[in-house]
């Protein structure tokens, strides 16, 4: 079949696929948004006790990396589909 | 211009690409400053006030040991060569962009490869402070449930280190690649304020991300 | 079952009845609105930030100069996400990397809406970042003295919450320039 003109079942999971890879990109939006938060806290915290940043820069980013994983999770969902294409069966 | 290279050894070919030529080209000049800076060093005089590029490296020094300190405590001081390293190589690596050369980590295989260092010295650290079986006892803190999300966690680090890197440093080649092609003659208007925040503010920002994370990772894991 | 399975297959044929580059292009476009998206967070974030500069302004009026610094720093910071959907999307609209490729015409336009997809992810950064900006800000209004300790804190802490936006642009990318699914 030409795919010009007609399309198979595995060019449309492919452009299925691109489209879920995008999709699956918009989970980013929580851990900025908690990340972020996170890191205004610390600005605070920092503002009002200079002395113990580095206990408070430490547990920033302990929280953040937490944080980070669902993004984590979007990323290797997407590059899956991208990539290996699983669902290609 | 970027030089890529194709040898030949034991019948087959390696193909090297201009980033890895262009980052033997930053290890061979920090080499040669790090020589040049260590035979001054020898002859000055430890009592007088120091001047020009010593004072400048005295201070430098002096940074990342009062950075590497409050990071990571008083008792991990031996830390200091080895984030001094790194800061320079990245800095210089990031912002060989402004040069026009194409920054080593603007490929993929060097962010990971620091990213990788960072993650086997978490774990080794990690292993020789707490040993091997406080270290797995870690995994299972505070909830053994939460486990498999630890190990995720740990296994991330890596990826998001690397990544940010990469995608940081490359954005900005690429946003200026296509600048520089679509504004043609009139890019040079343009592109000093863009390669500021690009190349200059975005690369020393990278910089001490990586480096401060690395820091605590590790000493996260020693605690 | 029925009706809807034709419904999709009529569409579908619809489309393949247009030559492949325009098809390319109609994805290119929808991508384009789509990545546009992320210039919420931005708004949402800076806004914050500015918010809480006039606040402390008007605590501390002798601290202004500094106080605004902060804040134009960490909403520049903030910025980020919007410049890179904005680049993505003028990618797309000046420079669109995937009329030229060789690939099923459906599969390119997909890619093409999926990277514009992707980069609606940098609302979020961009929220936080402006977060971390506010707080900062207010921070420094307090205590301008240790401003370097505190705009230290905040740059460290944005810049881990860019990852996410870093991510969403690198599949941006990896559809736009390296896309897996050519022939």
Not at chain 2, 142 to 166: D, K, M
Not at chain 3, 60 to 66: I, M
Request: charged fraction near 10%.
């Amino acid at each position: 079949m030409d795919p010009q003109t007609a399309i198979t079942g595995r060019e449309l999971i492919l452009a299925a696929s691109a489209i879920g890879a995008g999709l699956a990109m918009i989970a980013g939006i929580g851990p900025g948004i908690g990340q972020g938060y996170a890191a205004g806290k610390a600005a605070e915290a920092v503002g009002r006790q200079p002395e113990a940043q580095g206990d408070v820069i430490r547990t920033m980013i302990l929280g953040q990396a937490v944080a980070e994983t669902t993004g984590i999770y979007g990323l290797v969902i997407a590059i899956i589909l991208l990539f290996v294409q699983p669902l290609l069966g | 211009m970027n030089i890529e290279m194709t040898l030949t050894l034991f019948g087959n070919e390696i193909f090297i690409p201009s980033t890895i030529i262009n980052s033997w080209i930053i290890v061979i000049l920090l080499s040669i400053f790090a020589i040049v800076v260590n035979r001054k060093l020898k002859k000055v005089n430890a009592a007088e006030k120091p001047s020009g590029l010593i004072n400048v490296i005295e201070m430098s020094v002096e940074g990342v040991q009062s950075l590497v300190k409050s990071t990571m405590g008083d008792k991990n001081l031996g830390f200091v060569p080895y984030i001094g390293t790194l800061a320079i190589y990245l800095a210089v690596a990031n912002l060989f962009g402004l040069l026009g050369f194409k920054p080593p980590t603007s490929d993929y295989n060097v962010p990971l490869a620091l990213a990788l260092i960072t993650f086997f010295m978490t774990q080794y650290y990690g292993i020789k402070s707490k040993g091997l079986g406080g270290y797995t006892k870690s995994f299972f803190e505070p909830i053994p449930f939460l486990a498999p999300l630890n190990v995720i966690g740990e296994l991330a680090n890596p990826v998001s280190l690397s990544f940010r890197l990469f995608g940081n440093i490359l954005s900005g080649v690429i946003i200026m690649g296509l600048l520089y092609g679509a504004l043609g003659w009139i890019a040079p208007i343009v592109t000093p304020a863009l390669h500021v925040y690009f190349d200059l503010f975005a690369g020393l920002i990278q910089t001490f991300i990586f480096i401060m994370l690395t820091m605590v990772f590790v000493s996260m894991a020693m605690e | 079952m029925g009706g809807t399975g034709n419904f999709i297959l009529d569409f579908i044929n619809w489309l393949l009845t247009f030559e492949t580059k325009d098809l390319i292009l109609a994805g290119s476009a929808i991508g384009i609105g789509a990545a546009m998206i992320a210039g919420i967070g931005p708004g949402i974030g800076q806004g914050y930030a500015a918010g809480k500069a006039a606040e402390a302004v008007g605590k501390t009026p002798e601290n202004s100069r500094q106080i605004t610094f902060v804040m134009l720093l960490g909403a520049a910071v903030a910025e980020t996400s919007g410049i890179l959907a904005l680049v993505i999307a003028l990618i797309l609209l000046f420079s669109n990397p995937l009329i030229t490729v060789t690939g099923v015409g459906l599969i390119i336009s997909a890619s093409a809406i999926g990277a514009g997809l992707s980069m609606i992810g940098g609302i979020g950064p961009a929220i936080g970042q402006g977060y971390a900006a506010g707080k900062a800000t207010e921070a420094v209004g307090k205590r301008p003295n240790y401003q370097s300790t505190i705009v230290r804190t905040m740059i460290l802490g944005q810049a881990v919450a860019q990852t996410t936006g870093i991510y969403s642009l690198i599949i941006a990318i990896i559809l736009m320039f390296a896309n897996p699914f050519l022939t």
